[in-house]
């Protein structure tokens, strides 16, 4: 690690639960003003409109406890003629209520402010050769390439974008010549005579002359656009090995000069109170070091992408000083794997839509609460979380469209409820009925409805009470050393039972608790981790851990399957690792949806732009000693039935001897083009109690035809011989974050049809992990939470589940919210309540303190 990080890191630990007085005078931070909330970016787009009224647009939005929106115009054309001065206007008038920029931590729009970034500091794809002479010339050039398939016309969010594309020279050591580079846009790709038109001269480059063999094309790293008027945006190239420029500045440095400058005096943004990237992630796609190769930000087998996040977010801290709020998108990818780590840095996360995105089922409710309450005791203080209540579903036939679903009040409800019990702010996309003349409508939660209080909860009383843990334990008296299981060494210790690898080189530390007795379809489970650093990764970031409920089977699905089980074959050619250039695929895909059912599955393609051939994954499996079948659902893409020949799915198994698989034998093989799950099961009867490896392919079959050869491998799993279906319970998984400090995290699983089950905790990384406590209950994750002026009830479950007030808030009279017009009159009647209240499935309530 350099000296200046070490200062910057050493810097940020003295900060550590330091209180800025200045941000103490918001509203959203004061611990006596719950619920919190404020507006989103509803209020951005106004000050544009033609004849806008200042003094309208504070009277709508100044109604909560802030504003967020655009005022820089890196993503969304137009936001920054007026809105800086807006905002700034608005803070002076409110200076109790907070102002945010939201800005996109990805990416950005190249025309927007680049002129002192240069060509390392941005993301490629793969490099083609460019196969004939390139004389420079303005206007439109056609470029001949070694090959065509990587570029695309016709792409982005609305399938309405093209590339943009740079042209490198080629340096002696085979990178990207920075130094000599145009930016072009692409116009039209021919693919019979491997060429592409483009545009000459973009984004501030001049026409060069480029030689045959001696130079070659990549096409820039891209999302969005965001908006039908907006632009592609090119990634920020984070990783710790990014070129730097002529004057030694990496694309983190100066991306820091430009926020530092925004918000620093004399700054259009100095008057806010800071900043949300809406996009930060750990993870990244494409060619990062200039060798014309996607490595994914990989250096060495570290996520260097992912360090550089970290990095990036120290330095900026470093840069704004401890009186400016920093946050991050949080709930990126399955269960946020794909988020930023930087909580040393950032004050919290934005969770766009709780628990996810399209999660109005709240199937992801345990993930959701661990993830803020991780990051409420982890973050740089003061801890600045919100929750974006909003959910979303596609609109057929229009990409990129989307649309709020149809649920009921009870749904909101509980996701308002959720953020109260982990100390969430909140603000909505998903806003409730409201006449058109009266803007925005604000949720009766967060204003007590007809009363019209904000901060009408006042200050907590305590904390969040999981009800499900004064149920019975049913690991009391158990001894769990004695039922933990895996290539791992467990050791009991004073702070709880350590659990290490036996082999200190596996990717991942996985072990299983077995033969926990479960009692009814309810389970919750209580667990106190804490988890020692990744080699070579910082000291501080958080490990990313999931834990997993089995009941008569044994899931193989796993979220974050290593590229080392994963290859490809092309015909003639011997087997090798997953090439993402030949367009070959495996990734893990939550709730994928088939017709009308939903499945986690492996979504995969074979390989089609380099040759054609098969794509697999292998899984090593200790086979019990009863014997078991491997049972699985194939399905294929919406395309398919149409103009696939189908994919040729294939298992094959290979026994282990000497520590070796032995030769693979096929066991299992079907060809399907149907959009619909197909459900398989093969026998593993004759390898009952033996090691083997399972191998699965998915070939484009005899003819070598790849189009919409999109297929899945839907919930695999080993499912005891003679146990029924409905004694199995299906698997799930749920995320938390693991730090060097115990960590409190739950885990509710709502389907439990067995009458024991296995919990399975994986971990990233080899490093070693403490259990602190465990206990498991048979009840539902009921949750209730005490504020000075009332009470706020959540029921996750699919049962009504009736509370105790006497028992939660003994001595404390209450009623209910009284509803406004549009609202959910049916429930918040203003009514008083007695000593108990049932909520219905995945209801939330918030009661009001009587006078």
């Excluded at 809406?278 to 070091?289: I, K, R």
């Amino acid at each position: 690690m350099n000296i200046k990080l070490l200062i910057v890191l050493s810097s940020l630990a003295a900060w550590c639960g330091c209180t800025s007085s200045r941000l103490d005078s918001l509203q959203v931070m004061r611990e006596d003003f719950y619920p919190k909330a404020f507006f989103f970016r509803g209020c951005e787009g106004w000050p544009s409109r033609k004849n806008a009224d200042w003094q309208e647009w504070d009277a709508r939005y100044s109604r909560l406890m802030g504003i967020m929106g655009k005022c820089l115009d890196e993503e969304v054309l137009g936001r920054e003629a007026r809105n800086p001065e807006w905002f700034t206007r608005f803070k002076t008038a409110h200076p109790e209520q907070v102002v945010l920029l939201h800005f996109n931590g990805n990416a950005r729009d190249p025309r927007h402010g680049t002129e002192q970034y240069f060509a390392g500091h941005w993301i490629y794809r793969r490099a083609v050769s460019i196969t004939a002479d390139l004389p420079a010339q303005s206007g439109e050039s056609v470029v001949k390439v070694d090959d065509v398939s990587d570029f695309k016309v016709g792409g982005g969010r609305y399938r309405t974008s093209s590339d943009d594309i740079a042209l490198f020279g080629i340096t002696a050591d085979g990178r990207h010549d920075w130094h000599y580079c145009e930016q072009v846009r692409l116009l039209a790709v021919d693919r019979k005579n491997s060429t592409i038109t483009v545009e000459r001269g973009c984004y501030g480059t001049e026409p060069l002359p480029f030689k045959a063999g001696r130079s070659r094309a990549a096409a820039h790293e891209v999302e969005g656009p965001w908006g039908q008027k907006n632009n592609i945006m090119w990634f920020y190239n984070f990783a710790t090995h990014c070129p730097l420029d002529a004057d030694g500045r990496s694309c983190a440095d100066r991306l820091v000069d430009d926020l530092a400058a925004w918000f620093g005096e004399g700054g259009k943004l100095a008057a806010f109170d800071g900043l949300e990237f809406d996009v930060l992630h750990h993870v990244t796609h494409g060619d990062t070091n200039g060798d014309g190769t996607e490595d994914n930000g990989i250096n060495n087998g570290v996520n260097a992408y992912g360090v550089g996040v970290y990095n990036f977010a120290a330095q900026l801290r470093e840069r704004l000083g401890r009186d400016t709020i920093i946050q991050g998108d949080g709930a990126l990818g399955p269960g946020g794997i794909r988020s930023h780590r930087a909580n040393n840095s950032l004050n919290g996360i934005e969770s766009e839509g709780w628990p996810n995105l399209r999660d109005w089922e709240f199937d992801d409710w345990s993930g959701g609460i661990n993830r803020h309450n991780f990051w409420y005791h982890n973050s740089f203080k003061p801890a600045f979380s919100y929750i974006n209540h909003k959910w979303i579903e596609p609109v057929p036939g229009r990409p990129g469209i989307h649309k709020h679903p149809q649920v009921p009040f009870s749904r909101h409800r509980l996701a308002l409820a959720g953020a109260q019990f982990t100390d969430s702010v909140v603000t909505f996309a998903f806003a409730p009925p409201q006449k058109r003349d009266r803007g925005t409508g604000i949720w009766d939660e967060l204003n007590c409805g007809a009363d019209n209080r904000l901060g009408w909860l006042g200050a907590p009383q305590d904390d969040t009470v999981a009800l499900a843990a004064r149920s019975p334990d049913l690991l009391n008296g158990i001894d769990i050393s004695g039922k933990l299981i895996g290539d791992v060494i467990v050791t009991a210790t004073r702070r709880g039972l350590l659990v290490a690898p036996a082999n200190p080189d596996c990717n991942d530390l996985i072990f299983r608790l077995q033969d926990i007795p479960a009692t009814g379809c309810d389970l919750t489970v209580f667990a106190a981790l804490s988890a020692y650093p990744r080699s070579n990764y910082p000291a501080g970031m958080p490990r990313y851990a999931s834990v997993s409920v089995e009941g008569g089977s044994i899931s193989l699905m796993d979220e974050t399957i290593s590229d080392e089980l994963i290859g490809e074959c092309l015909r003639g050619e011997n087997e090798k690792p997953l090439d993402s250039e030949s367009g070959a695929k495996v990734r893990y895909q939550r709730a994928t949806n088939v017709g009308v059912h939903s499945r986690n599955a492996y979504a995969v393609h074979p390989p089609f732009k380099t040759g054609k051939g098969y794509v697999f994954w292998t899984r090593e499996v200790n086979l019990p000693a009863h014997a078991y079948d491997l049972k699985f659902a194939l399905a294929m893409g919406e395309k398919a039935p149409r103009k696939s020949d189908g994919v040729w799915f294939s298992v094959l198994i290979a026994e282990f001897s000497n520590d070796s698989p032995g030769t693979f034998t096929k066991i299992f093989e079907k060809n399907t083009k149907a959009h619909e799950w197909l459900p398989c099961s093969v026998s593993l009867a004759r390898w009952a109690g033996r090691k083997v490896q399972l191998k699965f392919v998915s070939d484009c079959g005899p003819h070598n035809n790849t189009t919409t050869d999109q297929g899945y491998w839907g919930d695999l799993m080993l499912v005891r011989r003679g146990v029924a279906e409905e004694q199995i319970t299906p698997a799930k998984s749920y995320m938390t974050w693991l730090g060097s400090e115990p960590f409190d995290a739950s885990f509710y699983y709502r389907d439990v049809r067995s009458p024991t089950v296995d919990l399975v905790f994986s971990i990233e990384g080899s490093a070693p992990v403490l259990l602190h406590t465990l206990s498991a209950h048979a009840s539902p994750d009921m949750r209730a939470r005490v504020f000075k002026n009332g009470v706020v009830l959540g029921n996750p479950g699919h049962k009504p589940c009736t509370f105790d007030l006497n028992e939660i808030a003994p001595g404390m009279k209450l009623r209910r919210i009284t509803a406004t017009e549009l609202q959910d009159q049916n429930v918040n009647t203003g009514e008083s309540v007695g000593k108990n209240v049932t909520l219905q499935p995945l209801d939330g309530l918030f009661l009001v303190r009587e006078e």
